[in-house]
């Protein structure tokens, strides 16, 4: 692994996250590569195989993703930022968008006269 500062002077914490970082950089590697690999394939069995693959990889993004929200200073503020809210991405931050989530429950409590 690639550290731009000596080993030494890092905790054990600082470490494992430069480890989930590069772990999250390989597995977004793989998403792109077996999704090239999907749209290139002219096998419909191969290309429903790596379309799995792919997608396994994607869920192990979300696991390293998760882990550093869970234990890296800024990942949680910024991803309840931009995650699931509809609107502009680029003007979340000033707080416009609402939440999916919110859209999606179809009972209200004016629903239940």
């Known amino acids: 692994?690639?550290?731009?500062?000596?080993?030494e002077k890092m905790s054990p914490k600082t470490q494992d996250i430069a480890r989930a970082l590069?772990?999250?950089k390989e597995e977004i590697e793989a998403?792109?590569?077996?999704?090239?690999r999907v749209e290139?394939?002219?096998?419909?069995?191969?290309?429903?195989?790596m379309a799995h693959n792919r997608d396994e990889e994607i869920e192990h993004a979300c696991m390293s993703l998760e882990w550093l929200r869970r234990n890296m200073d800024g990942w949680?503020?910024?991803?309840?930022?931009?995650?699931?809210?509809?609107?502009?991405?680029?003007?979340?931050e000033e707080g416009g968008g609402d939440?999916?989530?919110d859209d999606n429950s179809s009972l209200k409590i004016g629903d239940l006269k």
Do not use: C, P
């Open 1 to 7: 692994m690639d550290y731009h500062e000596s080993l």
């Open 22 to 24: 590069n772990s999250l």
């Open 31 to 36: 998403v792109n590569w077996y999704n090239q």
């Open 40 to 49: 290139a394939a002219t096998d419909e069995e191969i290309k429903e195989i």
């Open 76 to 92: 949680d503020k910024e991803l309840r930022t931009y995650l699931f809210k509809k609107g502009k991405i680029t003007e979340l």
């Open 99 to 101: 939440s999916e989530e």
